[in-house]
């Protein structure tokens, strides 16, 4: 079983920028893809951006593109999300994933899950 630690979220004004980590421990880790999705309060969980682990394609949600950057570290089984430009509405619990499927920007797609870091970002 693999085991996925983010950490990284806190609070941050309007314009602000923050770093999310997530450390995937356990079992061999080779998964197709990583993923970033969030959820705020009363809403679906919904995609932010994803990457391929060998080649390091990225992929993102329109509301996140131009300020958002995904990352990995192979060596580390790490990925990075990069948050610039932060927004009162990307407030959420941000959760990484890891997926063995090609089906990177839904929910669906990843089988092993985080448990998340809050964002705050204040107007």
């Known amino acids: 079983q693999v085991q996925l630690v983010e950490s990284g979220g806190g609070l941050v004004q309007a314009g602000g920028s923050l770093t999310l980590s997530c450390v995937a421990s356990?079992?061999?880790?080779?998964?197709?893809?990583m993923g970033w999705f969030r959820q705020a309060p009363g809403k679906e969980r919904e995609f932010v951006a994803a990457?391929?682990?060998?080649?390091?394609?990225?992929e993102y949600a329109d509301s996140v593109k131009g300020r958002f950057t995904i990352s990995r570290d192979n060596a580390k089984n790490t990925v990075y999300l990069q948050m610039n430009s932060l927004k009162p509405d990307d407030t959420a619990v941000y959760y990484c994933?890891?997926?063995?499927?090609?089906?990177?920007?839904?929910?669906?797609?990843?089988?092993?899950w985080g448990h998340g870091t809050q964002v705050t970002v204040s107007s």
């Open positions: 356990g079992r061999t880790f080779s998964p197709y893809g």
């Open positions: 990457i391929k682990w060998s080649r390091g394609i990225p």
């Open positions: 994933a890891a997926s063995y499927d090609h089906y990177l920007t839904v929910r669906y797609g990843y089988s092993d």
